[in-house]
């Protein structure tokens, strides 16, 4: 039998851009007994987090909630609101907005892939003013939607959405507008009803603090009546049944008990502390983060700083070092995870999340690991980073709730 003992002693760093750190209060929540999830306990706990998960997309419009991975909510919110055949406009920012370009195609759409060229799109945010630009030509409104990723997980870029709207305005084009904030939701300022989203996506096990397991759609009304127009074929991912059973708390099949009993705990959490206040410490978090790479003399991945991610920071290798290598070095020597480089960024860069169960005392510890495991690695430093970001962190004080 394989035994999981990969950490013997002390606790295991986990600061990958997602899953996060799942905080102790939601793991007590998930382990409370299952319960029949057609019994009426089960029912006002459905309508109580249905509530709750609008406050937190910032919408009045209804949230599906799946048993699904975030794949799964692409999924979702292509299928039920296009037909196959659809032309769709899509923005290549890094490796997620690649993935759901590659599903439109496996689902008889017909994307359409614009961006910067090469690498170095993949270290920038949207640009809207290409959007708006394609827009323009269509003027027999071929385009059926735009699709974008709010805060691209491969890069630490999180995107202008608001701008992305006005560009879809000022093009006078009526194609819905889908966002993927899998990564930013919870993190990063997001408002799904004042920036005119149609379909937002998102996932529980990034700064929902959730394992991986359950997924969303936030839907506007024009996305709704789009839905009963498109011929995709759905079932399980189809809006109608869910919204049905959502008016008494329920869904049309078995939902993830124990998650949502997390999920609740969650948004408690969240709502608790206060969303502004939630984005604010995680600003913070990757300010501190950014100013020990640029200590350690290395450059950041994303290269504007008006759309610098406040979930995650890319730190990019000298030319000639394997990211890959490094990070294996500071696995096996600090029981520290980062995350990979990803697509073309393969082998470039590793991730450091700064998102879930995290403070400052987590990332001092973490940039100690990236900052000893660079030197074993043979990375040449400038300087400490270790100390730029407690400097930093000591110099700016989060304001207490």
């Known amino acids: 039998m394989l035994k999981l003992d990969f950490h013997p002693s002390g606790r295991h760093f986990l600061q990958i851009p997602g899953p996060s750190p799942v905080p102790d209060r939601i793991l007590r929540a998930m382990s409370l007994p299952t319960i029949d999830h057609r019994g009426p306990e089960f029912g006002a706990l459905g309508l109580e987090l249905l509530g709750k998960i609008r406050k937190v997309f910032k919408t009045e419009s209804p949230v599906m909630i799946y048993p699904a991975s975030g794949t799964g909510a692409w999924e979702a919110a292509l299928a039920n609101t296009l037909s196959p055949g659809d032309r769709v406009l899509m923005f290549e920012t890094g490796h997620f907005a690649s993935l759901w370009y590659a599903m439109a195609r496996r689902l008889q759409l017909e994307p359409e892939f614009i961006g910067l060229p090469g690498y170095e799109g ?32 491969s890069t630490g870029a999180t995107s202008d959405i608001a701008a992305v709207r006005r560009a879809m305005d000022a093009a006078g084009h009526p194609a819905l507008l889908l966002v993927d904030t899998i990564s930013g939701l919870a993190s990063a300022d997001y408002r799904h009803d004042e920036w005119g989203v149609d379909v937002t996506i998102s996932g529980s096990q990034k700064g929902l603090m959730l394992p991986p397991g359950i997924s969303f759609n936030a839907i506007s009304e024009k996305a709704i009546a789009a839905s009963r127009e498109s011929t995709m074929p759905r079932s399980f991912w189809a809006w109608d049944e869910i919204l049905e059973a959502n008016q008494n708390g329920y869904w049309p099949y078995t939902p993830s008990t124990n998650l949502l009993y997390g999920l609740n705990e969650s948004l408690d959490m969240l709502l608790e502390e206060g969303l502004d206040h939630v984005f ?14 640029e200590a350690w003399g290395l450059e950041i991945q994303c290269l504007e700083p008006a759309v610098y991610s406040p979930v995650l920071t890319g730190v990019v290798m000298p030319e000639g070092i394997d990211a890959d290598a490094v990070r294996k070095i500071i696995y096996e020597r600090f029981d520290l995870s980062l995350g990979t480089g990803l697509g073309k960024a393969k082998g470039r860069m590793f991730r450091i999340g700064h998102l879930g169960d995290c403070n400052d005392l987590t990332l001092i510890a973490t940039l100690g690991g990236c900052e000893a495991g660079m030197k074993l690695a043979g990375v040449p430093l400038a300087g400490s980073g270790v100390t730029a970001a407690l400097d930093y962190f000591a110099q700016h004080p989060l304001d207490a709730k």
Do not use: F, Y
């Open 122 to 153: 993949w270290r920038h945010g949207v640009q809207a003013e290409m959007i708006e630009a394609r827009l323009r030509e269509d003027a027999d409104h071929a385009i059926k939607a735009v699709c974008v990723v709010h805060n691209e997980t």
């Open 280 to 293: 604010a410490r995680h600003q913070r978090w990757a300010a501190g983060v950014r100013t020990a790479v």
